[in-house]
Nanobody
């Protein structure tokens, strides 16, 4: 079972991106899933978590701007990122309980 993250890119400040994290392989569903990010020279930091049947949770730095959601049929978790700031520039990683880490996807916010 693997996690495949996608959707990163270059966006201007104030813009939006939607990241996807899809589970492939023999798995019926994914449970707890989180997004993390790591900026150059900084430690990896938690961004958001979604648990089946639970309330999503967000880091203070993204609360009100980012939305985590899931599509169980597609075994995919999304991170909708709005009002992006240069400080959001980082490699974004997804993590799923029982599976582990996906590869990162680069998000660059710059004019």
């Amino acid at each position: 079972v693997q996690l495949q993250a996608s959707g990163g890119g270059l966006v201007q400040p104030g813009g939006s991106l939607r990241l996807s994290c899809a589970a492939s392989g023999s798995i019926s569903s994914i449970n707890a899933t989180a997004w993390y990010r790591q900026a150059p020279g900084r430690q990896r930091e938690w961004v958001a978590t979604i648990i089946s049947g639970g309330t999503p949770d967000y880091a203070d730095s993204v609360k009100g701007r980012f939305t985590i959601s899931r599509d169980n049929a597609k075994k995919t978790v999304y991170l909708q990122m709005n009002s992006l700031k240069p400080d959001d520039t980082a490699v974004y990683y997804c993590f799923a309980g029982g599976i582990g880490w996906g590869q990162g996807t680069q998000v660059t916010v710059s004019s």
